[in-house]
């Protein structure tokens, strides 16, 4: 069974920067898509980054791209997001999701089926 694990986030400061990280687990990243998404309550997800199989191409929202940058590990099956110059509005839950399908148009969450946990990122002083 797929799983996916989260770690990272946390509180910064205004401008700083943080990781999420997902871990794939009964499957290999190499093999797998996957996308990150952010969530506010009672909102659906905002399309982040994806990096899809089997060569990790990558795609970002056009408003995250400068500022966040998606990469992986293969040795360690994960995949982590990078966010720098954080802002005040970047406070929200972030989550990884996975699919065996190839692309980096998929977008949406409904093109995905399998979910990490969660990690609540905070920029504040």
């Known amino acids: 069974q797929v799983q996916l694990v989260e770690s990272g986030g946390g509180l910064v400061q205004p401008g700083g920067s943080l990781n999420v990280s997902c871990t794939t687990v009964?499957?290999?990243?190499?093999?797998?898509?996957i996308a990150w998404f952010r969530h506010a309550p009672g909102k659906e997800g905002e399309f982040v980054a994806v990096?899809?199989?089997?060569?990790?191409?990558?795609g970002y929202a056009d408003s995250m791209k400068g500022r966040f940058t998606i990469s992986r590990d293969n040795n360690k099956n994960t995949m982590y997001l990078r966010m720098n110059f954080l802002k005040g509005e970047d406070t929200i839950v972030y989550c990884c999701?996975?699919?065996?399908?190839?692309?980096?148009?998929?977008?949406?969450?409904?093109?995905?089926?399998?979910w990490g946990g969660g990690r609540q990122v905070t920029v504040s002083r």
């Open positions: 009964g499957v290999y990243v190499t093999s797998y898509t």
């Open positions: 999701a996975g699919s065996r399908r190839k692309g980096t148009s998929k977008r949406t969450t409904c093109e995905y089926k399998i």
């Open positions: 990096s899809t199989w089997p060569g990790g191409s990558k």
